[in-house]
């Protein structure tokens, strides 16, 4: 895994903001789904993510070296 999400969900469960809101916000189901699994989005989500959510990317997002790479 290279980038995690999980700092993303962490985020909305704090601010107590549901991922409904984020789909009603332009956030597809599907780009939801690559967050949950930690898959490639695009920057212009993240940027998107970041105006709705008033943050900035380092507060949803986190690079997490694989095991492989940890010598």
Known sequence: MAISYQKLFVLLQEKGI???????????ANVMDKLIKNENVNVSTINRLCQILECQPCDIMEYVPDDETKS
């Open 18 to 28: 549901k991922k409904y809101h984020l789909r009603q916000q332009g956030i597809h």
